[in-house]
């Protein structure tokens, strides 16, 4: 295997998920933007990206070392997955952000923090509110939230603003990406919107089953 590169995030070396995505591609530290047609491998890649799904053949690694290797629970606290639909444990908001942070092996972040990252996501809601009221929009707020508490190394965000419109969707998208840089994590992005393509340090298309590095 050749030497890890430290210009190298995660390295996809001839991957295969059978016959609907093939990916040989470096993609670099900093923010990465993937984009591609619905149904076309987009969250499949991210989700190779943290173990969660294993390749038909070929190898990822991370940072130089092959993930399948990983123990998958260390793996994910340095590497994080947000969902389309992400689930929310029973409770208060300040319970839901508490607890990625106490599963991070850190102690529950004060409310100063809390309050922080809310601002963040812009979700204006008292911390003592009940997660499981809150709406599709809302709730994806708050998974963002809980996981900028978090601080992985690597965020991978799938379409994290499926639930919003548009327009409130891409400050909000900016906000967290900058946040992000700030605070010296890496993210890959799925992404519909073509609006958030330049907030991106690279991009990655999925077109006709092959995933590549584009302009
Ligand atoms: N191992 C596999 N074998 C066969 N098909 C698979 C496998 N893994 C995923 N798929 C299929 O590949 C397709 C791509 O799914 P994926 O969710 O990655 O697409 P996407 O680009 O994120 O789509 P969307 O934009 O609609 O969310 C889906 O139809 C999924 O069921």
């Known amino acids: 295997m ?18 609907i995505l093939h990916a040989d591609l470096a993609i670099p530290p900093g923010v ?14 991210l989700r190779l990206a943290c173990a ?16 399948a290797r990983v123990d998958p629970v260390l ?3 340095r590497v994080t997955m947000v969902t389309q639909q992400p689930f929310l444990w029973p409770g208060t908001i300040a319970d839901e952000l508490s607890i990625a942070c106490v599963l991070q092996g850190r102690g529950a972040p004060d409310r100063e923090r809390m309050g922080e990252v809310l601002a963040v996501v ?15 929009g809302e709730r994806q707020r708050v998974a963002l939230a ?15 603003t499926a639930a919003l419109d548009a327009r409130g969707a891409r400050d909000l998208v900016r ?16 992404t519909h919107d073509e609006g958030l393509m330049e907030i991106g340090d690279a991009r990655v298309a999925i077109r006709d089953h092959e995933a590549e590095v584009v302009a």
Request: no cysteine.
């Open 2 to 19: 050749s030497q890890p590169s430290r210009d190298v995030l995660f390295d996809f070396d001839d991957v295969r998920v059978g016959a």
């Open 32 to 45: 990465t933007v993937i984009f591609g047609p619905s149904g076309a491998g987009k969250t499949t890649l």
């Open 52 to 67: 969660m799904q294993a390749p038909s053949s070929g190898t990822v690694s991370f940072r130089g070392e092959d993930i």
């Open 75 to 77: 793996l994910r606290r």
């Open 122 to 136: 812009g979700l204006d809601k008292d911390l003592a509110e009940d997660a499981s009221t809150l709406s599709g």
């Open 146 to 160: 809980r996981v900028l508490l978090a601080g992985p190394e690597v965020y991978l965000l799938d379409e994290p």
């Open 175 to 190: 906000r967290v990406v900058d946040w992000i840089r700030a605070t010296g994590g890496d993210v890959v992005m799925v």
